[in-house]
T-cell receptor, first 114, second 111 residues
Framework: DAGVTQSPTHLIKTRGQQVTLRCSPK?????VSWYQQALGQGPQFIFQ???????QRGNFPDRFSGHQFPNYSSELNVNALLLGDSALYLC?????????????FGDGTRLSIL | QKEVEQDPGPLSVPEGAIVSLNCTYS??????FMWYRQYSRKGPELLMY????GNKEDGRFTAQVDKSSKYISLFIRDSQPSDSATYLC???????????FGTGTSLTVIP
């Protein structure tokens, strides 16, 4: 049973660039949430996608955007990268028909901004 | 004030010890409470998921929720070196799907 998979595992970008991160949910899950985890901190909620729409959003600027495809996979896009965007980006999947279902995480994409 | 407070540790215990990990929170609307374990360079792994107050046991792990005190705990019995990891608490309310995480507690179990 495939768990949550994310790609790439590592990425290095420079300030001002744009980046796209990808996530495939756990088999049977239809909802994807994205989190940012800075070093030594807990994950911070960015947004959640369900039925190809953004269902809820955390306190992140519009530079952070996303998309969900019909096969439930998802992308996170970040524009105009800042040094402070360096972090581990985690994708979590769950069953979305009922709120607050337990979320299962991938191993993340480590993004470094130079 | 942060929504969720968690002592970052680090916490170091001998093998076989009972470990107690705790979080406090400020939002009385939180109803769902979770504990995750995160190994270095890995994503968080769900350990326990509870709703409202009370206790839940799963093997060597026991989760407790005291909503009156806004306090949750995770107990690990007979701790093993393989339990060495960062433990994250998380919680959410009935009115949304946003999970709020603590900063994590780093645990080392010494053989």
């Amino acid at each position: 049973d495939a768990g949550v998979t994310q790609s790439p595992t590592h990425l290095i970008k420079t300030r001002g660039q744009q980046v796209t991160l990808r996530c495939s949910p756990k088999s049977g899950h239809d909802t994807v949430s994205w989190y940012q985890q800075a070093l030594g901190q807990g994950p911070q909620f960015i947004f959640q996608y369900y039925e190809e729409e953004e269902r809820q959003r955390g306190n992140f600027p519009d530079r952070f955007s996303g998309h969900q495809f019909p096969n439930y996979s998802s992308e996170l896009n970040v524009n105009a990268l800042l040094l402070g965007d360096s972090a581990l980006y985690l994708c979590a999947s769950s069953l979305g028909a009922v709120d607050n279902q337990p979320q299962h995480f991938g191993d993340g994409t480590r993004l470094s901004i130079l | 004030q942060k929504e969720v407070e968690q002592d970052p540790g680090p916490l170091s215990v001998p093998e076989g010890a009972i470990v107690s990990l705790n979080c406090t929170y400020s939002n009385s609307a939180f109803q769902y409470f979770m504990w995750y374990r995160q190994y270095s360079r890995k994503g968080p792994e769900l350990l326990m998921y509870t709703y409202s107050s009370g206790n839940k046991e799963d093997g060597r792990f026991t989760a407790q929720v005291d909503k009156s005190s806004k306090y949750i705990s995770l107990f690990i019995r007979d701790s093993q070196p393989s339990d060495s990891a960062t433990y994250l608490c998380a919680m959410s309310s009935n009115t949304g799907n946003q999970f709020y995480f603590g900063t994590g507690t780093s645990l080392t179990v010494i053989p």
